[in-house]
Nanobody, 123 residues
Framework: VQLQASGGGLVQAGGSLRLSCADP????????VGWFRRAPGKEREFVAS????????SYADSVKGRFAISRDSAKNTVYLQMNNLKPEDTAVYYC?????????????????WGQGTQVTVSS
């Protein structure tokens, strides 16, 4: 496992969680990082990405205004703050390290992946 995602859990609708993605093998250096998710019975989809220097951030429309991605280069960790969670946010969340400074929304742009962390939002 290249990356280590954590912070998932069970939360009620309207609640918050903060996911963390640790990078023990230092694949984050000079690379963008993204978060993706796979809901039951669905394809994995893009959630958010942050460029290497943090100046470019992108979100899926479904999470804009509720989720915030950030990175702490000193700790070699990327975070996904999730607020106002909805039942449709229930999914396994994956972090991934891109093959360049800007990751984009396509899985093909990411080289290293974490094992995923489960987020369950109850109504």
């Amino acid at each position: 496992v290249q990356l280590q995602a954590s912070g998932g859990g069970l939360v009620q609708a309207g609640g918050s969680l903060r996911l963390s993605c640790a990078d023990p093998r230092r694949t984050f250096s000079n690379n963008a990082v993204g978060w993706f998710r796979r809901a039951p019975g669905k394809e994995r989809e893009f959630v958010a990405s942050i460029s290497w220097r943090g100046e470019t951030i992108s979100y899926a429309d479904s999470v804009k205004g509720r989720f915030a991605i950030s990175r702490d280069s000193a700790k070699n960790t990327v975070y996904l703050q999730m607020n106002n969670l909805k039942p449709e946010d229930t999914a396994v969340y994956y972090c991934a390290s891109a093959s360049g400074s800007y990751g984009g929304s396509l899985e093909g742009g990411y080289r290293y992946w974490g094992q995923g962390t489960q987020v369950t939002v109850s109504s």
